[in-house]
């Protein structure tokens, strides 16, 4: 009876284990090295994008992608939306198009909605894809957990590089190293991504309550 | 003769599962208590002074004035929240950290709210909401922007996301990276510590 009591004792606390380790996983999301997740997702012109689809400016198969997590909302997109931008308009016609993707869930953040993405991507000219992730099951794939968040995908869909754009994410004046641009030279020249990974502040995404 | 060695089988295989099942869930325990390394002498461990003050909140320019907050080495269990005025999970959980400084006022417990807000806010924005809001809890300003210098100091496990915890007293830390839903969750989140 007690060795009963015992292998019970066991299992239960083997039960627990498991309960601690789902919980306190880190290895969630996409690693750098690892095979981007693939999407396909509506853009904010109705049309529905993924890596298949998506040009570079000239038309052509892209070299890479500078997919970037952000939206509307968080203080922190919007003080690198001018930066999303230039990275387009200098990386998209050299084979790296921007895809933007806004993770929020829109009845949490209403100035995530789709509408409210159309907008102000009219009023700000967004030049690059801004596709909404309305069923928000693309960034937990990626492991993302903030906006704004890259993720560089080469030509052969792997993750490059997964961060920040640069190291100062709140102030562009302080900028002295560009993060995406070292690592899209990187790819370019074939020499070894350096830093692989770097983490800044942001608004932590805002998951539905009903999942 | 054959039943006793089965039931020392039965007793070796169910205290071997037992051994195994200890060390496993102390292993997990120590991800997520994770033991802290030991300090250097040479770390100060006294509160540190602030770059300036603004009202009465105390501003830090750069992590390295404030990281001697993250290795105090006293009886205290410091609760460091990190958030921003504009960040409205931060904003939602703040009355759980206001209970836990109320209701652990007589104990050696601190909740520092460490607001991450963008230093042209600080004085239009922050002051304000703190005087508003009569927040009890200590509220300091880190304003170091070169985030990827610092957010593995605070914890490798944390993203850069904010809302965000770290908790800690001599012995142990863990790190939250999302918001707490009520007082009951940050409770449990402080009581492997206390």
Redesign the interface.
């Known amino acids: 009876m007690k060795y009963i009591f015992l292998i019970g004792l066991s299992l239960f606390l083997f039960s627990f284990t498991f309960q601690i380790n789902l919980n306190n996983d880190p290895t969630e999301g996409v690693k750098v090295g690892e095979k981007a997740p693939e999407f396909n997702l509506k853009n904010i012109d109705g049309k529905t994008y993924s890596f298949e689809n998506i040009k570079d400016a000239n038309g052509n198969t892209p070299k890479g992608f500078i997919v970037v997590f952000t939206c509307n909302t968080c203080p922190y997109a919007q003080a690198n939306e001018q930066r999303i931008i230039a990275l387009h308009e200098e990386y998209a016609p050299k084979g790296y198009p921007v895809v933007a993707i806004q993770p929020n869930d829109a009845a949490q953040k209403p100035g995530d909605s789709f509408e409210a993405m159309q907008k102000n991507a009219k009023e700000k000219g967004f030049p690059y894809l801004y596709l909404i992730d309305e069923k928000q099951e693309v960034y937990p794939k990626y492991g993302a957990t903030k906006t704004p968040e890259v993720f560089l995908v080469d030509k052969d869909l792997t993750v490059r590089y997964h961060g920040a754009i640069d190291d100062s994410a709140r102030d562009e004046s302080g900028v002295e190293e560009k993060y995406v641009e070292k690592a899209i030279a990187a790819l370019e020249s074939g020499d070894e991504v350096s830093p692989t990974i770097t983490k800044a502040i942001g608004c932590g995404i805002k998951g539905s309550k009903a999942n | 003769m054959l039943r006793n060695s089965f ?1 020392s089988s ?2 070796f295989a ?2 071997t ?2 051994v ?3 060390s ?2 102390a292993s ?2 120590k ?2 208590v994770a033991e802290k390394p030991a300090l250097n002498a040479d770390v100060k461990t006294d509160w540190p002074k602030p770059s300036y003050y603004v009202k009465d909140i105390p501003v830090y320019n750069t992590f390295t004035d404030i990281e001697a907050a993250f290795q105090q080495n006293n009886d205290t269990t410091y609760i460091i929240n ?1 958030w ?1 005025t ?4 931060c904003i939602a959980e703040l009355p759980y950290f206001e209970e836990l400084t109320e209701k652990y006022k007589d104990s050696k417990v601190k909740v520092v709210l460490c607001s ?1 807000d ?1 230093p042209k806010q600080v004085e239009t924005k922050l002051v304000s909401f703190v005087e508003k809001k009569g927040l009890m809890s200590e509220v300091i300003v880190l304003l170091d ?5 610092w ?2 100091k605070v914890s490798p ?7 965000a915890t770290y908790v800690y007293n001599k012995e142990n830390s863990r790190f939250f ?3 707490f839903e009520n007082l009951q969750e940050l409770e449990e989140a402080i009581k492997p510590l206390l």
């Open positions: 039931t039965i007793r169910s205290l599962l037992l195994v099942a200890v496993v869930v997990s325990f991800n997520s990190f921003a504009w960040c409205a999970p991450l963008f922007g070169k985030y990827n210098d957010i593995d496990d944390w993203s850069g996301a904010i809302p990276g999302e918001a």
